[in-house]
Every structure is written in structure tokens, then in C-alpha cells.
């Protein structure tokens, strides 16, 4: 059974930084992308990050490039998710996906329809 497990949420001032965490169990991490997604009250729900280790990638949306970095730890399947510079436009349920055999080069990746498996999300909150 595949299982995505977030944390790292919470409560944070503008400038300020978090990371959360996803606990991927259930497939091969190499035959699978990882990604973040986020959603606030009465927006879609956005790609925000994808990871694929058998790729070699990172993508990012520009909304955060620069300011997160997506990372693995494969010996423990945990994606990571460092936000750096939060800002009050952060602010949303930060959920983790995932969906397996991923190409090399996937334009796809911010797609919510792309994902197979869902996390249960986690609140992100940045204040002004």
C-alpha cells in the first residue's frame, strides 16, 4: 500500500523558514517523482516542486525558485521541502503526491491529474 505522510507545517513570520517533510512508503523510490503541491482557500491547487531521482531532477514553479529547495533522503524515502523567504502568499495546505515511471524530461509535473497518491496535507501559515 502506498502511503505519503507530510509534517513540518506551521505558523511562521514573513522571512522566515520551514521544512516539511514526506514519509513515502508502498514503491521503489527510484520509480517514482515526488512533488509538493499547495492549495489556499478558493485557489486550485498548485505544483510548487517535483523531485525524480532516477532523472536527476528538481523542477519548481517560479513563484518559488530561489526561495524553496526540494531534496531527498532515499535511504530513509523522505522528500524534503525547504522554504526559505516565506511570504503571506505561502500561506495554503502543502500537500505531498506522487506517480511513478516519471520520463526525463516531464512537462507535466505541476499537473494534479499526473499524481497517483496523495498526502493528507499539512498547513503552512506566514503572517505579515
Known amino acids: 500500500e502506498v502511503q505519503l505522510v507530510e509534517s513540518g507545517g506551521g505558523l511562521v513570520q514573513a522571512g522566515g523558514s520551514l521544512r516539511l517533510s514526506c514519509a513515502a512508503s508502498g514503491f521503489i523510490f527510484d520509480d517514482v517523482a515526488i512533488g509538493w503541491f499547495r492549495q489556499a482557500p478558493g485557489s486550485e491547487r498548485e505544483g510548487v516542486s517535483c523531485?525524480?531521482?532516477?532523472?536527476?531532477?528538481?523542477y519548481y514553479a517560479d513563484s518559488v525558485k530561489g526561495r524553496f529547495t526540494i531534496s531527498s533522503d532515499n535511504a530513509k524515502n523522505t522528500v524534503f521541502l525547504q522554504m526559505n523567504f516565506l511570504k503571506p502568499e505561502d500561506t495554503a495546505v502543502y500537500y505531498c503526491a506522487a506517480y511513478r515511471f516519471p520520463s526525463r524530461l516531464d512537462t507535466n509535473w505541476p499537473r494534479a491529474w499526473r499524481y497517483d497518491y496523495w498526502g493528507q496535507g499539512t498547513q503552512v501559515t506566514v503572517s505579515s
Open positions: 523531485i525524480s531521482r532516477s532523472n536527476g531532477w528538481p
